[in-house]
């Protein structure tokens, strides 16, 4: 049974970090693109970075460029979010997805496992 169960998200002051950690199972996802999305209340999820499966290729939406850095080690099948310089806006569940690609994927519908999701609440 294939299995994303993300890990490390919580209440940060705004300036804070968070490290979000997504572990996978039940196959590996070598050869799949990682993505990570949120979707904060009363608003569609989006997609916030996604990875290729060699790491070489990454894209981050425009509002986290130079605040986050997504990274994998597919040894270990994990996928991680470090979260930097972290504002009230980008509070909101966040959810790790394996993509049915490669490479980089920016549809949720280009995604076809989900984690359960991790709250992250950022206080001004």
């Known amino acids: 049974q294939v299995q994303l169960v993300e890990s490390g998200g919580g209440l940060v002051q705004a300036g804070g970090s968070l490290r979000l950690s997504c572990a996978a199972s039940?196959?590996?996802?070598?050869?799949?693109?990682m993505g990570w999305f949120r979707q904060a209340p009363g608003k569609e999820r989006e997609l916030v970075t996604v990875?290729?499966?060699?790491?070489?290729?990454?894209y981050y939406t425009d509002s986290v460029k130079g605040r986050f850095t997504i990274s994998r080690d597919n040894a270990k099948n994990m996928v991680y979010l470090q979260m930097s310089r972290l504002k009230p806006e980008d509070t909101a569940v966040y959810y790790c997805?394996?993509?049915?690609?490669?490479?980089?994927?920016?549809?949720?519908?280009?995604?076809?496992?989900w984690g359960q999701g991790t709250q992250v609440t950022v206080s001004s």
């Open positions: 039940g196959r590996t996802f070598t050869w799949n693109a």
């Open positions: 990875i290729s499966w060699n790491g070489i290729s990454t």
């Open positions: 997805a394996t993509a049915r690609t490669s490479w980089t994927a920016y549809n949720p519908n280009d995604y076809n496992y």
